[in-house]
Structures are given as structure tokens and as C-alpha cells.
């Protein structure tokens, strides 16, 4: 019927086969159940989100999670209901309190110990550690070029009233366009993949 599970090189069945897809990071093995309950803004079945170690256990039930970004270092974001979190690999949560934008293409993750917020009143972005310690401030109009929050080797890119500003994963300050007379920037990397 389409649905999708995990078994072992052994034909051991570690996750049921009765999940809409099954991916694996961080060492764990993400599940994604429909839910029959609910319905998103479209009328859509919404999934639910949980996960596995790879010998089968249940971390986190896999209807615990309305979504889900996948892990990075130990780490993902969630939502449940009105609730954004930080969850580890070994489910233990913490809510956070501030937004983290849109959910896909990596922003929601825990990059350099850190993770992009907004505040929920001014909209500004900054970011927090792992343990909800503020490290950059929630004072930047945008991060980085296309709103991704990735830290490349270590730095950011963050823009705040039209000057562009790389900072490191300590907060410091590396180049600042306005003070240093430059009229762009744009952080360069290389990918191995």
C-alpha cells in the first residue's frame, strides 16, 4: 500500500512498515505517519513526525511532531501546535521562545552550536545556542543572502538597515560594509560533496 518501513540486513523488520516515508540522519531513523485526524490550511492530510534509533527503539512516538526539520549535529527544530522546539537525538525538548520562519531547505537547524531566530514582535533575526542563550542579538533586518541561516566555516552573512555584516559564531564582528567602505559582500564557499 505504498508505505514504508526499515529492515535489517538480516530481513529483521526494525521499523513497521506502515509509515508515508523514512529517512535517516544523525544516526536515527525519521519517520512520517498521515495523519487521518487532521487537516492542513489546504484541506490536505497533515503528517505527523517522530523517530528510531537504528535498532529500532522509539525516541520520540511518530505522532509527536506536526513538523520536523531533519537532524544536524545533534539536533532538530520541531512544531507542535503553537509550540517551536530544539529536540536531540535522545528526545529530550526544550521550547523555544521566538518563531524560526519557514520550514525547508535547512533553515531550521543547529549550525555552528547555533540556531537562527526571530523575535516575535519586531521580526528582527539573531541567533541562540543550544541552551536558549542569546549569542547574536535578534537585531538584523535579514541573514544571510537568500534567508538561509547556515553558517559557512564558521561565519554569517546578516544584513541590518542596508549594510551587510559577517560575524562569526561568537557574535564578533568580521566585516562590517558600512565601516569598511565596501559597497557589497557575500560570503564564497566551497562545497566537497
Known amino acids: 500500500n505504498g508505505k514504508q518501513g526499515v529492515i535489517s540486513s538480516a530481513g529483521k523488520v526494525v521499523v513497521p512498515i506502515e509509515y508515508e516515508s523514512v529517512r535517516f540522519c544523525d544516526d536515527l ?7 487521518v485526524d487532521r487537516k492542513d490550511y489546504y484541506g490536505f492530510r497533515k503528517d505527523y513526525y517522530g523517530f528510531f534509533s537504528y535498532s529500532g527503539d522509539i525516541i520520540m512516538e511518530p ?6 526539520a531533519d537532524f544536524i549535529n545533534g539536533y532538530s527544530i520541531f512544531k507542535r501546535g503553537e509550540d517551536i522546539g530544539l529536540v536531540d537525538i535522545f528526545g529530550k525538548e526544550t521550547i523555544i521562545p521566538y518563531d524560526v520562519g519557514s520550514w525547508g531547505y535547512g533553515e531550521n537547524c543547529v549550525m555552528s552550536g547555533l540556531i537562527r531566530v526571530q523575535d516575535k514582535e519586531s521580526k528582527k533575526w539573531g541567533y541562540i545556542d543550544t ?3 542569546v549569542v547574536i542579538p535578534t537585531i538584523y533586518d535579514r541573514v544571510d543572502g537568500y ?3 547556515v553558517f559557512h566555516q564558521g561565519i554569517v552573512l546578516l544584513k541590518q538597515n ?6 562569526d559564531s561568537k557574535g564578533k564582528i568580521i566585516i562590517d560594509c558600512a565601516k569598511q567602505g565596501y559597497e557589497d559582500l557575500e560570503v564564497v564557499y566551497h562545497r566537497n560533496d
Do not use: T
Request: without cysteine; hydrophobic residues 35%.
Open 29 to 35: 531513523i525519521i519517520v512520517n505517519y498521515e495523519g
Open 63 to 68: 505522532r509527536q511532531y506536526d513538523d520536523f
Open 131 to 133: 541552551q536558549l542563550n
Open 147 to 149: 534567508d538561509i541561516p
Open 162 to 167: 542596508n549594510n551587510k555584516i559577517i560575524l
